[in-house]
């Protein structure tokens, strides 16, 4: 058969097509943790008309290859996708070498996905938007529902826990348009106490207990205006706002729908016990540490060390520090620590943390941001 030239320039046409994304692939290897709820799709070029999958936040997706060297998208993958390779921008998440599949107290990140480990952007943060889904699933009790008001219905107490605690200041370098970074300020509560992510009751899966489809539909993708708003007494209202200024994000609501509803307690109870935890945390040497430690970076020995001293030889094994990446600086943004047992007005923190399993330390070091965009 003959070739004409427009079946020449037609076939290479095609064969372009078929090998430039290949081509321009960079492979790379690690997690991306979503940072919100962006569009997944199965291309770059069809993306306004390709099927896409909303990311699940704080999630940790494997990641593959990046558009192009320095590029703009990352392909990950989407386990139980159709197909499961797919693209997202790169502003959707940050990259870390690698996640733990057990944290402290035997559990994983927010929402039951991997935390991540001890890499540069390694930090499971909250995002203000929502939180990731991780590989198991757990129903919560038969026949209840919750409401969001008041004790999770047929909900068991869970006393296998992860305290989470940001630093809120390195949490507002990357979200700055969030209305709790926009009110930061010198004096606020947080520029110098870490303050509340959440109370996270443990094994991986342990969540949604009794929620209905349609709140935790509204939850997973971020819509935390639509989520009921927990009931809570007007004095424990006013000190979850002081201490976790991601109430002004909703972040109360999602944080009970959650996990609160399988603590089995009231909001009430549930938001006291992680308001007393942290209080106790603020209060320890371990406060004083990053109050004094202000644009200084500091070694996840010598924090551990500081929970050493606080509560005990052993209690810093019991804690894992996530790191963000900000530009060319390294920012301490969260800690994990596992807490086994009942807590009380005045906890016995020392008998909760050393009842929890070891972990890695994680990040190894970084600053301790103040507040202020740098």
Known sequence: ??????????????????????????PLSGYVIARSACSATPSIRN?????????????????????RANGTHYLIEVPGAQPERRWIEKRCGIRVAAVDEQPPGGGTSQGGS?????AEN????????????????????????????????????HRDLLLAISWEPAFCETHSGKPECRAETASSFEATHFSLHGLWPQPRGVEY??????NKAA?????????????????????????MPGTQSLLERHEWLR???????????????AIAALAAINASPVGALFAGALERPLTSDKIRGAFDQAFGQGAGARVR????????????????????????????MQKLIMAAKPTSPGCTDGIVDAVGLQ
């Open 122 to 157: 390694a930090s499971a943060t909250r995002s203000g938007t929502g939180a990731g889904e991780g590989t198991s699933a757990h129903s919560g009790p038969s026949g209840g529902t919750s409401s969001g008001g008041g004790m999770a219905s047929g909900g068991a107490a």
């Open 47 to 67: 993306a306004a008309t390709d099927p896409a999958l909303p990311l699940q936040i704080d999630r940790a997706y494997r990641l593959i290859a990046e558009n």
């Open 114 to 118: 991997p935390v991540a480990g001890n």
């Open 219 to 243: 939850d997973r993708a971020g819509r935390w205006d639509q989520l009921p708003e927990p009931q809570l007494d007007p004095e424990v209202k006013a000190k979850l706002d002081r201490v």
């Open 209 to 214: 207990c009794g929620v209905s489809a349609a």
């Open 1 to 26: 058969m003959a070739w004409t030239s427009r079946m020449i320039l037609a076939a290479a046409a095609a064969a372009a097509i078929a090998v430039s994304p290949a081509a321009a692939e960079e």
């Open 321 to 348: 520090i996530a790191c963000d990446k900000d530009g060319s600086r390294r920012l301490i943004g969260e800690l994990t620590i596992g807490l086994v047992g009942e807590i009380t007005p005045t906890p016995d």
């Open 259 to 273: 996990h609160g509803t399988c603590y089995g307690t009231s909001a009430n109870e549930y938001f006291s016990d």
